[in-house]
């Protein structure tokens, strides 16, 4: 089972693009999870008939948002957090409700779920950091430990944080900016402990230079001067399952590129 996970940073302009056709065509995943859809499902021109379609959008047009397109039809959806978790914690700061914002969405399958995420990026003045390090980290890994309880759990999307230095490029220059500060690294790290493994990392452990994002400015792309922000992540109980993950660096559309697992079920 080949599972893929792709911030598009807007469905509607990589598939107007015939990038994301392309991409389909060529890798035919059996799951592919998007982030950063900046649209609803019915403004989607998007037409993948081989797949089972599921969206969950920002309230706010344009912005935010995440999809799983999977060959076999989910048997349950979730979408955001449990009512427990949206009462445990304050998810509004000056920008708005960050649970609003079409951020996780869980689909259960016989064996797993898969769930999806586009973490909250901090902002460059780290504006955002104080809510993701005290409401949004702590939500995620208790929607996550809950899945956990039931089945075991296949994890991607963007976490906006670079984990280790050996996951950017420039890591002594970064430190202390929005995703490489203390606070995001540490939430990372909270997730592993409970339970779950970074597969690139646990097949990879040495590998550098693998990026998941590149500014656009300077040429970054060109010369890989990128981040690893994107993941897929685990239950360490399917440790064995995970055959491959793997970066696509070479894939266009956005600044963001593939990433990938397949996995033995």
Not at 27 to 42: F, G, M, S, V, Y
Not at 93 to 116: H, M, P, Q, W, Y
Request: glycine share 6%; with cysteine.
């Amino acid at each position: 089972m080949k599972l893929y996970s792709w911030n598009v940073n807007g469905i509607r302009a990589v598939w107007n693009k015939e990038m994301l056709q392309k991409f389909v065509t060529e890798h035919n995943p059996d799951i592919l999870c998007i982030q950063e859809t900046k649209a609803t499902q019915d403004q989607s021109p998007v037409e993948l008939p081989q797949y089972s379609e599921t969206w969950n959008s920002a309230d706010k047009k344009g912005y935010s948002g995440t999809a799983i397109f999977s060959k076999t039809k989910p048997l349950s959806i979730i979408l955001g957090f449990s009512d427990d978790i949206l009462k445990k914690y304050n998810f509004i700061d000056n920008f708005g409700d960050i649970s609003k914002e079409g951020r996780v969405l869980t689909a259960e399958f016989k064996d797993f779920f898969v769930c999806t995420v586009y973490t909250p990026n901090s902002k460059g003045e780290l504006e955002r950091l104080e809510i993701r390090q005290k409401s949004w980290d702590p939500a995620f890994k208790d929607h996550l430990a809950l899945l956990q309880l039931k089945k075991p759990v296949l994890v991607c999307g963007d976490f906006n944080v670079a984990h280790q230095e050996i996951d950017l490029a420039r890591p002594k220059e970064n430190i202390g900016k929005h995703g490489f500060t203390n606070e995001e690294r540490r939430g990372f790290s909270h997730l592993l402990r409970a339970g779950l493994l970074d597969t690139f990392r646990y097949l990879h452990p040495d590998t550098k230079d693998s990026y998941t994002w590149w500014t656009h400015w300077g040429g970054a792309r060109e010369r890989n001067v990128g981040w690893r922000i994107d993941y897929w992540l685990a239950s360490k109980n399917l440790s064995n399952q995970i055959t491959q993950a793997n970066i696509y660096p070479e894939v266009m559309g956005s600044d963001h590129c593939p990433i990938s697992i397949e996995f033995r079920d």
